[in-house]
């Protein structure tokens, strides 16, 4: 079915700018998601049949996360919540656009809604969800901005739930490196927290404030284009291929699930591999 909608409608409904919303129709026809055919001075837009149920499919798994996760206290009005959090989320994001005023306006919006949206849908409570979407939405707008020619290399680990390797990896990467590389990590589906078994070995290598720090974090398509390197850790073939990325895949086991000798296994395959890493990066 192919239906009629001007930009401005959708832009109202999402509250987000005009150029956002035109931006996304146009990644959305890119990828085979939407079909568009211009009539007259409309264009209609219709979801490729191919793909309806998996975007049926993605928007019921979104809508009850939102509506269960967003009531901080039990027992409160899921409706008001929504509402505070909402002007909670837009009061960030009005904030850090005043600050970065190098960036356009409503680039950073955006990207603080999107990233709040992101978090939010494997979050199991919400009391500390804005200054989580605070981090993450500047270390989006950093990869958005971040030019690969200059500057330290940036490696970006991948996993599923990025409770475990991937975060593991990156604190060993940035202890290791020590400012020669910056290391972040992914998951193309983030766990509601990160184990407290991993929080024990994050703990050794990074002290308790910067472990108390860590946690899942959705995969963007800006973090890959930004990074100069991604190693994926079982997510198959989930990360988007970027021109003039270099990738990687490594068959490691997940701390997550090992006894306590197997996760000093997995730590000490880990860091051997990322001593191989970094050898290849100071090369270049």
């Known amino acids: 079915m192919w239906n009629r909608c001007a930009r401005s409608d959708l832009a109202e409904l999402a509250d987000v700018s005009q150029p956002t919303i035109s931006h996304h129709l146009k990644v959305m026809k890119e990828t085979g998601t939407l079909a568009s055919e211009r009539r007259g001075t409309w264009v209609y837009y219709r979801i490729v049949s191919e793909r309806r149920t998996a975007v049926t499919a993605l928007l019921d798994a979104f809508a009850p996360a939102t509506v269960s996760n967003v009531a901080a206290v039990e027992g409160e009005d899921r409706t008001e919540a929504r509402r505070r959090m909402d002007a909670r989320v837009t009061r960030l994001a009005g904030e850090l656009a005043d600050e970065l005023t190098d960036l356009n306006r409503d680039l950073v919006m955006a990207i ?16 500390h969800m804005i200054p989580l979407t605070e981090r993450f939405a500047r270390q989006r707008l950093a990869d958005l901005t971040r030019d690969r020619s200059n500057g330290v ?6 996993c599923v739930a990025n409770a475990g390797r991937s975060q593991l990896a990156a604190a060993i990467t940035n202890e290791l490196a ?11 589906t983030p766990a509601a927290d990160v184990p407290p078994q991993v929080r024990s070995l994050l703990a050794e290598i990074q002290g308790d404030r910067e472990t108390g720090e860590a946690f899942p974090k959705p995969l963007t398509d800006d973090a890959v284009r930004a990074a100069d390197v991604v190693v994926t850790m079982g997510c198959g073939d989930v990360c988007p291929i ?3 990325v270099r990738y990687e895949d490594w068959t490691v086991g997940d701390p997550a699930l090992a006894s306590e000798e197997g996760v000093a296994v997995i730590r000490d395959d880990i860091k051997a591999r990322i001593r191989t890493l970094l050898d290849t990066l100071a090369t270049h």
Do not use: N
């Open 178 to 188: 020590d400012g020669r590389v910056i290391a972040r990590s992914a998951g193309s």
């Open 153 to 158: 290399p940036q490696v970006l680990f991948v």
């Open 112 to 127: 603080v809604r999107e990233s709040y949206a992101g978090l939010v849908r494997s979050a199991k409570f919400t009391q």
């Open 242 to 244: 970027i021109p003039g």
